[in-house]
């Protein structure tokens, strides 16, 4: 049996996640109190922005995560559509929360940033908007997941809506490069090498590493509640089908069912 | 240029929505893992708790659930 096949397993994902969680959320808050001492006591103002740099060492790291789980919430469906894991849609799921508050933050960030430096609070470019479409689909699919009773079936039709979507995390990256847009090109995931120098370049790297542990750990406690909630209403299915006066544990037959 | 009202509220904002995920994960948590003993007191058991009791009952002879 493969890790990939052992981890289908509720129970033995609840076993390892339990014990890989604190090292995980430990990490994380290791990782983020160095990014914020570099962020906000290293790193030198820049020439141009001046202080207002600092902000881009939550707002980067914000939106990159954003893609980042999206692109997690895509792998999960396909997991679920070609090899109908269980814990699939369970992953998608757990993660689509995250996204959208990520993805609030880099929207948020990027506006208290555009504000001094670009004089405006929000523009329609491509960037921008690409973004608030990505968080709109968030919210969206965290609708969808609420208005099917069925979470098996719920998680299908996710699966299909996560895909689909998926086209808009290649025109949020490369949007800056196929129009004109206010929002400067990329500067750090770029062919030719990062831009930045390395005194802004390394606390942006940290805090980077840090969002994403903090994304892990979360991840994995969304994923371990999501769990106990199937847990909790399959059980409650089964204290309604079996009636009053009867155990649950007693076998069903379809002559007890008023 | 300071900006430091800007970056003061772009952090706090950070930790404000960090914080709450955090607190609305442990708390989800918290919450299932409590719904689910209660309904484990009432006697609503997983099947797989149940083949694990039939087993344990058939090796040593006693009773199953």
């Known amino acids: ?19 890989a969680q604190p090292f995980v959320a430990a990490g994380a808050a290791c990782a983020f109190a ?11 103002p820049d020439y141009q922005q001046g202080d207002s740099v600092r902000i881009m060492f939550v707002h ?29 849609d369970v992953s998608a799921k ?13 929207l948020i960030t990027g506006s208290i940033w555009g504000k001094p430096m670009w004089g405006t609070w929000w523009e329609w470019d491509a960037r921008m908007t690409s973004v608030l479409v990505l968080f709109i689909m968030y919210l969206g699919l965290i609708a969808l997941w609420r208005a099917i009773e069925d979470p098996i079936r719920a998680g299908r039709i996710a699966a299909i809506l996560i895909l689909v979507g998926f ?14 847009t206010l929002h400067q090109p990329a500067s750090v995931i770029r062919l030719g090498g990062p831009t ?22 979360l ?18 299915l089964l204290r309604a089908a079996s009636g009053p006066g009867r155990s649950p544990l007693a076998p069903f037959s379809r002559e007890a069912v008023p | 240029m300071t900006h430091v009202g800007y970056v003061a509220a772009a952090y706090c904002l950070t930790f404000a929505v960090i914080g709450g995920l955090i607190a609305w994960v442990v708390a989800d948590g918290t919450l299932q893992r409590r719904k689910l003993r209660v309904l484990e007191a009432e006697g609503v058991g997983r099947r797989s708790d149940r083949q694990g009791a039939t087993d344990a009952a058939a090796r040593t002879g006693e009773p199953g659930p």
Request: net charge positive.
């Open chain 1, 1 to 19: 049996m493969t890790p990939f096949t052992r981890l289908a397993n509720p129970s033995i994902f609840l076993a390892l996640s339990r014990r």
């Open chain 1, 34 to 44: 160095l990014g914020l001492y570099l962020a906000l006591f290293i790193a030198p």
């Open chain 1, 60 to 88: 980067v790291p914000s939106a990159w995560l954003a893609m980042f789980c999206y692109g997690v919430m895509a792998i999960s469906a396909l997991g679920t559509l070609i090899w109908k894991h269980p814990l699939a």
């Open chain 1, 94 to 106: 757990a993660a689509a929360p995250i996204g959208a508050a990520f993805t609030f933050l880099a």
């Open chain 1, 167 to 180: 086209i808009n995390i290649p025109i949020i990256k490369f949007s800056v490069d196929w129009w004109n």
């Open chain 1, 196 to 217: 930045i120098h390395s005194s802004l370049l390394w606390p942006l790297v940290v805090m980077a590493v840090a969002f994403t542990l903090i994304f892990l750990s």
């Open chain 1, 219 to 236: 991840h994995l406690s969304a994923m371990r509640a999501e769990i106990y909630r199937r847990r909790v209403r399959t059980a409650q």
